[in-house]
Every structure is written in structure tokens, then in C-alpha cells.
């Protein structure tokens, strides 16, 4: 795995260290689960804070349990390699719905044509009913990259399944005040062979398809999208490509419970799960860190393991996303 000279930019820039990459240098051929389209250190806006106990709700600070997350992430990453197709991916889907039983669970089933040939696809949407008319998605890939057989990605597919499982935990057996809550774990995020817009975020192409047509893409308020969301060094961009107001809502939330530190120093354009839902006009953010490791080396590497995450930043990433849906549901 290579990086190209443009995600070296990227990541250059993100690291503060120097100026000088040239978007029309761009490479046309970039590997990579995220193709970064655009980047820039210049400061986030600073979005207006509202206090965290606003409109009359009594609801608690979130307190996602980081060692929680980080067991699901050890347990995921047991599996071995888990691109589409792979025996360790049927032992996750598995395992998944093993811990989901019980929870209103829809599989979203087909089979998509690859440059390396036909490949069976699975999303996972587990779906917890609200009292408001309308839909939350918070969704996270649970593949890992087809063409790299010693890459188990802990970081990488394993911190968003584990996140996922984790508000699902949350979620369970309490009626929801606010919208519906659907978690969807979305399969053939990673391009097979490189990066393009027809190899790459297979599962969500499927979905916003489905979902424009049945009409449930009208009914969805936000799409939360989180990806390497677990680096001990977290560091979450704010993603441009995200819809405005609600990438400010994120970084709103982290701020109201004191975690601002950790977003937005730098912006990227990165490319991901959330481009085919903004593509059918359906509000959508990506909580993602693609600075994993000095110059991004852990990024796709075998070195994406459990020992470089850290249940403090799952937690953080687990109550920002709560937080999050507090604010849409404020709205
Ligand atoms: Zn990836």
C-alpha cells in the first residue's frame, strides 16, 4: 500500500508542517478507502454554543463506556480480515446480529459487480423507534480492504462496528423521546482495487438508492457518519464535503461537553460513506480522523491495531455522536 503524493499532501498539511500542495497536482489514481479532495488549515468556524440542558430536557450527559467499545473493537479484530466475501466477514456479520438479538433488525442483501468480479453485500440496519416523526442515521463500515489479507483494521471498520454496537447498547429497551434512531453497519466501503466513484462505498450506494425510492431518504433528519473514530491521538477534521450545518452541530456538541480540543484544527475533503446520501440531498456528516499515526502510516497498514486506540477516544466519539442527536432532536 502506497500512498499517493496527494494524501501526503493531506496529511502535510494536516500535520501543520508545511504549505504548498497544489490541488490541480492531484494524481488521478488514488488508493484508498478515503479519497481526500480538498484540504486546508485554515481555522473552523466558530459555531454559536448552547448550554447543554436546554429545552426543558432532563437527559443525562452522555457516558459511553470506553472500555466497552474498546472490548467489542478486540473481539472484532479477533476475526482476522473481514473484506466482503471472507470467512472472517461472515463470522462478523455473525457476530453482529448476535448482538442485536432480540433489536428490530433489517438486512439490506444484494450482490454487486467489482473490478475483481461479483461479491455478495450486506448492510445491517438495526432500527430503534422515537416518538418524533422522522429518522436519525448514525452509520459506520464494518469491511475491511479486500486486497490487503494481513490488515485487520481496529481502527479501520473495527472502532466504527464496535461504536455502533455500543449506542445499540444505549438505545435498547428505552423508548426514544426524540427521532427514530436506525444504526446501519454498511459493508463495501473499501474499493476493491482503487478508489473511484463506481469502487468504493458499495453498501451506501445501494442504500441511498433504496432509500430515495422508498421514500425513507425524505424522512431522514441526519446522517452521522463515523469512520477511525478510536486513534489514541484523536484528531476528527472537519470534513468539507459535509453538509454545513450539521458538520457545525458536531463540532457544537463537542464543545458543549468539553471536547472541542479534539475537532476541527484542520479541514479535509474527504471522500466516504456519506457522499451517496449528500448526492440524493439527505443532511449528512463524517466524524472521521485520517491522521492516524506520523504521516497517516497506521492508515491501511498491518500496524492498524487494537494497542493504537484508546477507550478514552472511543468514549469521546460515542458522546459526541449522542450529543449530536440530542441537538438535531432540539432543532
Ligand atoms: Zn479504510
Redesign the pocket.
Known amino acids: 500500500m502506497t500512498f499517493s503524493p496527494f494524501v501526503l499532501c493531506l496529511l502535510v498539511l494536516v500535520a501543520g508542517v508545511s504549505s504548498g500542495c497544489n490541488k490541480q497536482q492531484a494524481p488521478s489514481e488514488v488508493s484508498a ?1 478515503v479519497k481526500p479532495t480538498a484540504a486546508t488549515n485554515a481555522p473552523p468556524a466558530a459555531p454559536a454554543v448552547t448550554p447543554l440542558a436546554d429545552s426543558g430536557s432532563a437527559a443525562a450527559k452522555p457516558d459511553i463506556n470506553g472500555n466497552h467499545v474498546m472490548q467489542y473493537v478486540k473481539e472484532i479484530v479477533a476475526f482476522g480480515a473481514r473484506p466482503p466475501g471472507s470467512q472472517g466477514h461472515a463470522k462478523l456479520e455473525q457476530y453482529i446480529h448476535s448482538k442485536l438479538k432480540g433489536d428490530n433488525v433489517e438486512n439490506d442483501t444484494f450482490t454487486t459487480k467489482t473490478p475483481v468480479g461479483d461479491f455478495p453485500m450486506n448492510n445491517i440496519i438495526a432500527k430503534f423507534p422515537g416518538k418524533k416523526d422522522g429518522i436519525i442515521v448514525v452509520a459506520g463500515h464494518y469491511d475491511t ?1 479486500y486486497h490487503l489479507k494481513d490488515f485487520v483494521g481496529a481502527n ?1 471498520g473495527g472502532s466504527s462496528t464496535a461504536l455502533l454496537l455500543a449506542l445499540a447498547d444505549q438505545f435498547r429497551g428505552k423508548p426514544l423521546d426524540g427521532y427514530s434512531i436506525w444504526l446501519v453497519w454498511t459493508d463495501g466501503e ?1 474499493a476493491f482495487v482503487k478508489w473511484t466513484d463506481t469502487d468504493s462505498v458499495y453498501g451506501t450506494r445501494h442504500l441511498a438508492q433504496k432509500w430515495q425510492q422508498d421514500g425513507t431518504a425524505k424522512k431522514i433528519k441526519a446522517f452521522i457518519l463515523v469512520d477511525m473514530i478510536g486513534d489514541a491521538d484523536l484528531d476528527i477534521q472537519q470534513e468539507t464535503n459535509s453538509t454545513p450545518w450539521l458538520s457545525e452541530l458536531v463540532y457544537q456538541a463537542a464543545t458543549n461537553l468539553g471536547y472541542q480540543s479534539h475537532f476541527y484544527q484542520y479541514k479535509a475533503g474527504i471522500e466516504d460513506d456519506h457522499m451517496p446520501l449528500l448526492k440524493i440531498g439527505v443532511p449528512a456528516v463524517d466524524i472521521i480522523d485520517l491522521d492516524y499515526g506520523y504521516n497517516n502510516v497506521f492508515w ?1 497498514s498491518p500496524q492498524d491495531t487494537v494497542d493504537k486506540l484508546s477507550p478514552q477516544s472511543l468514549a469521546i466519539s460515542g458522546d459526541v455522536v449522542l450529543e449530536t442527536i440530542r441537538l438535531v432532536n432540539a432543532r
Open positions: 478507502e480492504v479501520d473499501e491501511h
